[in-house]
């Protein structure tokens, strides 16, 4: 079963300075690989996803990630953060496998994006 | 635009009262899906529809059943709301299954 991880529950950075959020995964075959963003009291907004190809993905909003196949990763990265982009991210995985395959999502890492 | 509309926002019901929840999209996407978030966890997929063909989780309580009567709408019932069904309900649609899921702005459902 995939399973994904977010080993940051809070990300501080000032505004202005570049921003990493950390995800890994665990898939038996091959990923699909998804970031959302979510503000206060609303749904999820879609900001990139792989699929396959180029390892470095862009995204919404100046957001970008990078999939690591050898370090089962897919790093969310912004090279300027500003401060409305605090808010909570999530990392989503599912195989690639015949059938449904449910999208699994991180534990959420909470951004906060000083002036 | 094309999206996803969940009515109503807010919705506060009382203990063992029935509530509907409502979603609608304009994608003409072929999936639906519902899901529910407890205080920024998560979210946790409940079930979903592929066109007419519902699919449940396997450890979504009785007490949580859908309707997708046509392929813009679907509802969530709650036949018997407990405390612990407190939590924001999140609408998801895509064109197939394996596509982006693209989210409502969700309800949040308090229960008294």
């Known amino acids: 079963a995939q399973s994904v991880a977010q080993p940051e529950d809070q990300v501080n950075v000032a505004e202005g300075n570049p921003l990493t959020v950390k995800c890994t995964y665990s898939?038996?075959?091959?990923?699909?690989l998804f970031w959302y963003v979510q503000y206060p009291n609303r749904g999820l907004q879609f900001l990139l996803k792989?699929?396959?190809?180029?390892?470095l993905v862009k995204g919404s909003y100046g957001f970008e990630a990078e999939f690591n196949k050898s370090q089962t990763s897919f790093h969310l990265k912004k090279p300027s953060a500003l401060v409305s982009d605090s808010a909570l991210y999530f990392c989503a995985v599912r195989d690639k496998g015949t059938g449904f395959q449910k999208l699994v999502f991180g534990t959420g890492t909470r951004l906060l994006v000083s002036p | 635009d094309a999206m996803v509309i969940q009515n109503p926002r807010y919705q506060v019901t009382q203990f063992g009262k029935p509530v509907t929840l409502s979603c609608s999209q304009t994608l003409n996407h072929n999936v639906m899906y519902w899901y529910q978030q407890k205080s920024s966890q998560a979210p946790k997929l409940l079930f979903h529809?592929?066109?007419?063909?519902?699919?449940n989780e396997a450890d979504t309580p009785d007490n949580f059943q859908s309707r997708r009567p046509n392929t813009s709408f679907c509802f969530l019932d709650i036949r018997s709301p407990g405390l612990g069904d407190a939590a924001m309900y999140l609408c998801?649609?895509?064109?197939?299954?394996?596509?982006?899921?693209?989210f409502g702005p969700g309800t949040r459902l308090t229960v008294l």
């Open positions: 792989y699929i396959t190809g180029d390892n």
């Open positions: 998801a649609t895509s064109r197939l299954t394996g596509d982006t899921q693209y």
């Open positions: 898939v038996s075959g091959n990923p699909y």
């Open positions: 529809y592929y066109d007419k063909d519902f699919n």
